[in-house]
């Protein structure tokens, strides 16, 4: 099996428990208006097997005691076939999965092939953009419908999940869209941590050089103050729906 890769990267802390082997896969359907990688929306990427990837990972395995495998993107379930036979294989080491998804992808009529991929995955990390759909739209060029069922299906799988939210002025941290986001989060029993990663725009460079208009230039970073009080909101909201 041969995955289309972006990067790799040996010693990640932020993608998962541990100390991981993260590796970004190439392809995105979604043009999220902050996307830090728009160089992964394409179909390039150079090619590597599920064997060269375990390799680079057995390298280093003696950093990993306490980490594992990360799979992110782009959008890793474009490439499902290949990170299911990567955590399969993985898996057979003893080696800690985790998927670091949108979920975008998620089809109901695939239900075998996800299943099969839940079967050797250990954590999954959902990025939910907006819960809004209109303005999930208008962030990302898609509806957040197949996001939240496959949050939905990962919650009668009981699959460990990490909740993301990256937070933008002005675009994703209205309190109101905040508390809403909670109280959906709320009904997931299987979530175990809750991360809001605060806007940044390190990304503008990328754009600049591929001769991409960035649509955010004159949105400023967001602090780590201000990225904790949308995570007060958020955890407002799942209060609400817990204890309604």
């Known amino acids: 099996m041969i ?13 998962g428990p541990g100390v991981r082997y993260v590796l ?15 160089d992964t929306w394409g179909q390039g990427g150079k090619e590597m097997t599920v064997e060269q990837v375990l390799g680079k990972y057995e390298k280093n395995k003696a950093f990993y005691t306490k980490g594992g495998i990360t799979v992110t993107g ?3 379930l474009m490439q499902m076939a290949f990170v299911t036979e990567l955590f ?6 003893g080696i800690h999965t985790c998927l670091d998804t949108s979920g ?13 991929l839940m079967a050797v995955t250990d954590l999954v990390m959902l990025d939910i ?44 941290d209205d309190p109101d869209d905040l508390r809403e986001l909670g109280k959906f989060i709320g009904a997931l029993p299987n979530v175990k941590a ?3 990663i605060p806007y ?22 967001l602090t780590k103050e201000a990225a904790e009080t949308a995570r007060n909101h958020i955890l407002t909201g799942i209060r609400i729906y817990r204890y309604k």
């Open 200 to 221: 940044h725009t390190m990304g503008v460079a990328k754009y600049e050089a591929m001769g991409l208009e960035y649509s955010l230039k004159d949105t400023p970073a």
């Open 194 to 196: 809750l991360d809001c």
């Open 104 to 116: 975008i992808t998620f089809d109901s009529a695939r239900k075998a092939e996800f299943d099969k």
């Open 129 to 172: 953009k907006h819960i809004r759909s209109e303005a999930h739209i208008a962030l990302t060029g898609h509806d957040n419908k197949n996001v939240l069922a496959f949050a939905r299906y990962l919650a009668d799988k009981n699959i460990p999940l990490w909740v993301r939210h990256v937070v933008v002025p002005g675009v994703t």
């Open 88 to 93: 399969t294989e993985a898996k057979g080491r």
């Open 3 to 15: 995955g289309r890769v972006h990067s790799e990267e040996s010693f990640g802390t932020v993608d």
């Open 24 to 38: 970004f896969l190439q392809g995105c359907p979604m043009r999220c208006r902050y996307c830090h990688n728009p």
């Open 74 to 76: 782009g959008e890793p």
